[in-house]
DNA sequence: GGACGCATGTAATAGGTTACATGATTAC
DNA sequence: GTAATCATGTAACCTATTACATGCGTCC
């Protein structure tokens, strides 16, 4: 039995660095953004609420004179127990759904021209990524060195995402390349 | 204004190399054979009688001696166009949702012999299964070596999925293989 | 006055999973 | 008879997307 659901959990991951407003939250788990999880605002306020009955969140309220105001949500104890034990509890597979792979299964049907030109696009949109990317990467390392040494510090388990995004989008970009010239020969 | 959804596009792609019947085209949509989609016959019956309404397909039944009467589904010449079409349409960016980079991003706050136990747990999924395809690789890279040098031959696309496949998870094992040596050290 | 960013919510719809339900045929 | 495989369907629930809805404050 989960104590909530894995929304819930990005929620209180995100959390459990600092406290923060729902719109915030939405902020950050808005594409392009969120790296590896996505939602709306409309999915997180309503979210918010559960986790506060739950007892893993309470918010305050903060006044503001230059902006509307806003709820502050932050960790409660139990939360951060809940967080603490899921992030290693066994993982069920997951079913994927890659929608470029389904294209490239039924891409035979098409005329190789059109193929090479959906691939190559494909690869361009991968590329751009590497480059946001390594410029963030670059950026971690030069100003967080002696964290990323630290397996407890937040910023060692961002840069560990940001590895991981980095190597998912090469892959990615050079099987592109390799199924472009493919076609081509 | 797409012509079906993406699981119908899904169901298409499978009728476009052989006429299947709806238990067929589940067990090929259920984990873990479906590579990168997957749905459940609950799904499937409905969906295809959606794409016989609007005439993508259409079925036949075929009694059996040994089995219960099944219907065999076939795409029709609209549902192949439909299909030709939608493959190298562009392709709008989805949003992700990786549960694994989301227990590593909130990782620092479990014990690190945990830690390293439940990534080198996910190394190891990842190990087995590049066993699976690179045996599935060699396999048709034996029996129909021809055929993966013509871009419009099914062989092909299927290959170059099972490419992508493979680099993907060897990709991920490696970057397990990674943290958990980061973290240990 | 209008656009934009901040801020919070609800409603309607679509997509997906789990559970419920039935029934044929074969092998043990 | 009973379990396993083949075969088809519906219902209930959960998750996620898109649209609707409101309102403050700043800048132009």
Redesign the pocket.
Known sequence: MAET???GYALLGLLARAPL????L?QRLDMPAGYFW??????I??E?KKLERAKLVKHTKVE????????VYALTAAGRRALRRWVTTPLAPA?K?DELMLRVYSLWLADPADAVAFVRDQEAVHRRRIAEYETHQADVEQHWAAELDDPRSPRFATYATLRRGLGYERELADWCAWLASRITS
Do not use: V
């Open positions: 659901s894995t929304l407003s729902g719109w915030d939405a996505s939602a709306g605002h409309s999915q306020y309503p918010l503001q004179r230059d902006r509307p105001d806003k709820k079913p759904r």
